[in-house]
């Protein structure tokens, strides 16, 4: 049995040719891959945002917190403010009204052209 060296060239160059088809094919898988592997964040780099969110996280519920401290605080000081306020008021309406209208008829009795007709007589 003799083999025709053409005929085995022929098969060998489809094996050749069906082999190097499926290299291609396997080579542009293999870089399908790995473009999709660079495109995924890597669980390191997850690790570190979600680190760096938590500690912001924590900031920031801590400036909430000072800031409704101070808010209270500030009511306070408000409310104590008012309440002065309103004393000086009263103390105003107390001493110093009876006062200016004391000193007001003072000089309309010192003065007789400012004073009313009738306390003149």
């Known amino acids: 049995m003799q ?3 053409h005929s085995t060239i022929r098969r060998q160059s489809v094996i050749i040719e069906g082999l190097s088809l499926e290299a291609d094919d396997l080579k542009r ?3 399908k891959l790995e473009d999709e592997l660079s495109s995924v964040p890597v669980v390191n ?3 570190n945002k979600l680190h760096q969110m938590e500690s912001k996280l924590e900031e920031t519920e801590t400036f909430a917190y000072q800031v409704v401290e ?3 605080t500030l009511k306070s000081e408000i ?3 008012e309440s002065e306020i309103s004393e000086v008021q009263d ?3 107390i001493v110093i009204l009876p006062l200016v209208t ?3 008829l003072s000089v309309c009795l010192s003065d007789k052209k400012m004073m009313p007709k009738n306390l003149k007589e």
């Open 3 to 5: 083999v025709d060296p």
């Open 29 to 31: 898988k293999v870089q």
């Open 45 to 47: 780099e997850i690790q």
């Open 70 to 72: 101070e808010n209270v």
């Open 79 to 81: 409310e104590a403010l």
């Open 91 to 93: 103390t105003f309406r």
């Open 102 to 104: 004391f000193v007001c």
